[in-house]
């Protein structure tokens, strides 16, 4: 399946695990997870340094979310990445987003190989806010900006 068709998909699962999420209000991470709670996504935390996040428990791993979820957007970074799709894995999520703010380059050819090998769909290396209707300005400038250099996923 097509990358922008895998993107659609995510996004109306309504429940996903947000791996990586950070504690500092002022990351990008955390403003994206506040985002995704304002626009009702059931979004779950997963942090292993820290029990709760905004009053939301938060998870140690995604195998430990009861119930299960079927998607993740992992917000970590390299080095602890291929952890986090193992743990997606083993707690039988089938589709990730690996987050990224220009497409597989931004992310590593190896996350989207061990992506296959576990048997995962992945989602590589953009911005959940270029796929969400009614964006902010920069954000639907940055999905146009990679529509012109030809960068824009299919």
Request: hydrophobic share 40%; glycine share 8%.
């Amino acid at each position: 399946m097509a990358t922008q068709e895998l993107a659609k998909d995510f996004l109306t699962f309504k429940r996903f695990a947000v791996v990586g999420v950070s504690r500092d209000p002022r990351e990008f991470s955390r403003r994206l997870f506040e985002e995704l709670l304002k626009r009702g996504y059931d979004a779950i935390p997963v942090n292993k340094n820290t029990a709760e996040l905004d009053g939301r428990p938060c998870f140690l791993r995604p195998q430990d979310i009861k119930p299960p979820v079927k998607g993740a957007l992992l917000m970590t970074s390299r080095d602890v990445t291929e952890q986090a799709l193992r743990d997606c894995a083993e707690a039988g999520i089938r589709l990730v987003w690996i987050f990224g703010i220009s497409g597989p380059k931004s992310i590593g050819r190896q996350s989207v190989e061990l992506c296959k090998e576990l048997g995962l769909a992945v989602i590589p290396g953009y911005c959940p806010y270029m796929f969400i209707p009614g964006a902010d300005w920069f954000h639907r400038f940055h999905a146009g900006f990679l529509k012109i250099v030809g960068r824009y996923p299919v």
